[in-house]
């Protein structure tokens, strides 16, 4: 291949680089998209979070004691199964990404001695109540500002009250349930 033929088939791509770009500039220019206020299509379990910001959902959870009074803990179990992706759940298991949660109600908050707890978890006082776990599980991160628990919460009431109902036994001497 000659010079005069390299520089042609260079010349070439640099007018179809420029094309292409003009093109893109143009398009940008006569075609102005606007964005939607919220999704046209929900896949669920994708953008979870983002859908119920979005959607008119309560501020906050339903008081969990009337909740419980029809829990179970079999169906809390079944939910439960995605906690069990970064949690441990026997008794002296050893921690996942996530603290073990055997025992969880009643104790302290960042209970699990040797489990790097973010400094938000650690700087709460008083123990994990069944009222302030159905927050907590409702939107772990505006519950706790600063948790490292990216889980985007159950926003459904059942669905929550069984998961609580469900690791409620995960104890040696299960908490009484909320009158």
């Known amino acids: 291949m000659n010079s005069f033929?390299?520089?042609?088939?260079?010349?070439?791509?640099?007018?179809?680089?420029?094309v292409a770009m003009l093109g893109g500039f143009l398009a940008e220019e006569l075609i102005k998209p606007e964005d939607l206020a919220k999704n046209?299509?929900?896949?669920?379990?994708?953008g979870a979070a983002v859908a119920a910001e979005t959607s008119a959902a309560p501020a906050g959870p339903a008081p969990i004691a009337p909740l419980m009074a029809a829990a179970s803990a079999e169906a809390g179990q079944k939910t439960g199964r995605v906690c069990g992706t970064c949690h441990s759940f026997g008794k002296g298991e050893a921690a996942k990404i996530g603290p073990n949660l055997y025992g969880i109600i009643g104790s302290k908050h960042a209970h699990m001695a040797g489990f790097d707890y973010s400094e938000a978890m650690k700087a709460m006082a008083g123990d994990w109540t069944f009222e302030?776990?159905?927050?907590f599980i409702f939107n772990?991160?505006?519950?706790?500002?600063?948790?490292?628990m990216t889980f985007a919460g159950i926003k459904n009431d059942q669905d929550r009250a069984n998961v609580i109902a469900w690791l409620r036994t995960l104890?040696?001497?299960?908490v009484a349930l909320p009158k």
Do not use: M, Q
């Not at 033929?5 to 420029?18: D, G, P, R």
């Not at 046209?40 to 994708?46: I, K, N, T, W």
């Not at 104890?171 to 299960?174: E, L």
């Open 132 to 135: 302030e776990l159905n927050e």
């Open 5 to 18: 033929e390299f520089n042609k088939v260079v010349a070439a791509i640099l007018v179809a680089l420029l």
């Open 140 to 148: 772990p991160r505006a519950h706790v500002p600063g948790t490292k």
């Open 171 to 174: 104890a040696d001497s299960p």
């Open 40 to 46: 046209a299509y929900v896949v669920e379990g994708v």
